[in-house]
């Protein structure tokens, strides 16, 4: 996708119904990170789409929310609400052991690896990767950060009654201080609406969304790497 060129309204429309594949999903992420504006078209589609959405599912009278409790046009402009836009967009893309395998030879001052996904071959490769990543970082020399961020099925891997890694993190996460794991809220929240108790394992962060967290790293420089 031309960083030049303007985003279709056709496009726009595909990421926001989750109909793009994973690499133009990855440039249009990227691209909205520099572009403010796509930003806000993007964000009011969404929500216009959202106010469709329920006013055809439930017509019935809702009693309007405390002042308090509202968020704003302001937030919903702000970067980090237009990024939870998605509940979420990427598909179950093929060919992620290739995405992740990028971090090869890559020299960044940041990191934010993306598992959406608690498929064995998904999370051993990428925890694979960013182990040999950081490995090779530090016999370079090279100062670095990774973090791991974790939404829908991927959060598994961070919680004490799901997690297959509990001891690999651990021992990652002592050799190398300069990995964090967070866990999207937003699943987390999800889970518990529907009874799920969510607990984390020690030491995880927990972001707003995992969208929220990943576009304020890419804001700040850092690489994005879908696992």
């Not at 651990?170 to 518990?192: G, K, M, S, V």
């Amino acid at each position: 996708m031309s960083q030049e060129r303007e985003v279709s309204q056709e496009m726009q429309n595909a990421f926001v119904d989750g109909q793009l594949d994973a690499a133009d999903w990855t440039a249009l992420v990227e691209r909205m990170g520099s572009d403010e504006a796509l930003r806000r078209k993007v964000c009011e589609l969404r929500t216009l789409k959202d106010m469709v959405r329920g006013a055809y599912a439930d017509a019935r009278p809702r009693r309007a929310a405390p002042a308090a409790n509202r968020r704003g046009w302001a937030r919903v402009a702000g970067l980090a609400l237009v990024f939870a836009l998605a509940g979420w967009l990427v598909h179950e893309a093929t060919d992620r052991s290739h995405a992740v395998a990028e971090l090869h030879g890559v020299a960044a001052n940041g990191i934010v690896v993306h598992v959406a996904s608690s498929r064995g071959e998904v999370v051993d490769t990428a925890l694979q990767e960013v182990e040999d990543y950081l490995h090779d970082a530090r016999a370079a020399g090279r100062k670095v950060r990774v973090e791991i961020v974790a939404n829908q099925t991927g959060i598994d891997i961070l919680r004490t009654d799901k997690s297959a890694y509990s001891t690999r993190l651990e021992r990652l996460r002592a050799a190398y201080p300069n990995l964090t794991y967070i866990a999207c809220n937003q699943t987390a929240d999800r889970l518990r609406e529907k009874g799920v108790a969510v607990r984390l394992l020690p030491g995880v962060h927990v972001a707003p969304t995992a969208l929220d967290e990943i576009v304020k790293r890419m804001q700040q420089g850092w690489l994005y790497i879908r696992a």
